[in-house]
């Protein structure tokens, strides 16, 4: 049972906020809405009688950045038909991060590439 007014009416915003956002990520897609949904509400009835104040708030910062993680890298496609080829239309929204691909445009070396590794083995 959760002890005080603020941390109940704070799971409850998160759970909210959670559903909206999968509404939005999803739109359209109700199946993928009703499982969202499905394994939101499962996930929270699952730890609906945690007492330790910390495990809570640890279990609403996850709740939040699943909220960020769909807001910002999850991408829905719709295809378009053409008559010899299927094409993807990317449902981008401004929340969506944008990288600019440098990274992937100038790879690191191999020999760079282990030369972290060691380091980090170490």
């Not at 939005?24 to 730890?47: C, S, V």
């Not at 910062?61 to 008559?83: D, F, G, R, W, Y």
């Not at 790879?107 to 972290?116: N, V």
Request: glycine share 2%; net charge positive; charged share 35%.
């Amino acid at each position: 049972m959760i002890t005080t007014t603020n941390t109940r009416y704070t799971v409850f915003r998160a759970y909210k906020q959670l559903l909206r956002v999968q509404k939005e990520t999803f739109k359209g897609d109700t199946f993928a809405i009703k499982e969202a949904k499905r394994k939101t509400h499962e996930e929270f009835l699952k730890n609906k009688d945690e007492i330790d104040s910390n495990k809570i708030q640890e279990y609403i910062n996850q709740a939040n950045e699943i909220v960020s993680i769909l807001q910002k890298n999850i991408v829905q496609a719709k295809i378009e038909t053409a008559p010899s080829e299927y094409r993807f239309k990317l449902q981008l929204h401004e929340k969506h991060e944008l990288g600019d691909n440098e990274s992937i445009k100038k790879p690191q070396s191999i020999k760079t590439l282990k030369r972290q590794m060691i380091g980090k083995c170490n």
